[in-house]
């Protein structure tokens, strides 16, 4: 799995007795993929034992330490939950429980963060909740400069508190341990997980060793998951300037990415392997669906259409990147390997990009066969500023099938 993400692939994989392989570049998928693939391993008793701490668990009166923030994050908990969150933290860290117990507790917390905060994830970026302290002083500011207040409807309702939320978090983490262990464990799987990007890390995988792939790539829809996740990226110790440099890491799927070519033929000529960058680049430039796309977004730039120039430069990229990994999924694969991906077509100023065929045609390109498309029944739409201006067109959620042959 290129893109392992929370680690579902590689979890059902060990369920299966599956040894799975695969890598992502967000800190939270590390926590999240180790503590799945513990599944056998837990001591439910300790388990147990750490659920009633947790329920025990009280903030000291005098506990001032407060969880970290990033710029755009700042005051998203109230402050009795920024100082729990630290607490908890720091007490099972310092605790004696096993080093499973103490991942699946850290990341307990870190499914609990957005629950209790005042930020909603909403697409591209955090919403708030209009109860925020840090935007009533922003609405207040801009009605003293003689300015509109922001319209803001969000509310969360009553917000629960880490206590509550952890202790359902955690409780649900046991009951579905123990009902998988109590299924046992028939099969011993193993899951390698690399950490970092799939474009350069595949690299180093031998030839024809893959049996087949599973993923769902970050889609083109210039979702920014450094900042819908800045919860959690601040959890776990990223500051604004490391996530600058991993929103360049990621694969191009935001206006904000940066072309990845140069790096990209750094890397190959480094490895002694320039002739297969440069043959993969080629079938880029040569891929006719491709470059109509491409042309006609250009054209509708020109006619004023596209509100951020950096679409274009992020749809190029998006799809550069994946035929180099497609090339190398190609080349890791063995004979009769079958690969599925999972990802959305999307639309741009009217013009709807096909990802699905697109991919499969830049995939075929590399060497695969093309084996089918499905198609989920439910279509999304689209903006609703596109909809007004061009009308509603349902765009596709697929899964392409390609084979080694």
Known sequence: DPFMGSGTTALV?????????GFDILPMSELSIKAKTAVYDYDIYELRQILW??????????YSKETKYISITYGAYPSKEARAIEFFTEYFEKSNHSKIA????????LNSLEKISYTIKSGQYLSWDHRCPKIIAINKARIEMGKKPFVNDNDKGELPTLKQTLTIEFAQMLQDISTLQDKGDKFRATCNYIHGSALFEITNLSSNAIDGVITSPPYCNRYDYTRTYGLELAYLGETDESIKKLRQTLLSCTVESKTKIDILHEHYDKIGRLADFEHTLELVKKNAIFGEIVDALKTRNTNGEINNKGVIKMVEGYFTELTFLFAELY?????????????????????????????????????????KIYTLKQQKGNSSQQMAKYGRVALRKSITIWEKA
């Open 13 to 21: 994989c060990n369920l299966e007795g599956i040894n799975s392989i």
């Open 53 to 62: 701490e947790i329920q025990t668990l009280e903030v000291p009166q005098n």
């Open 102 to 109: 103490k991942n699946l507790i850290k990341l307990c917390i």
């Open 331 to 371: 080349r890791v694969c063995k004979s009769g390997a079958y690969i599925a991906f999972v990802n959305d077509n999307v639309r741009y100023a009217g013009e709807v990009i096909p990802v699905d065929y697109l991919s499969t045609s830049l995939a075929e390109a590399v060497g695969f066969t093309p084996i």
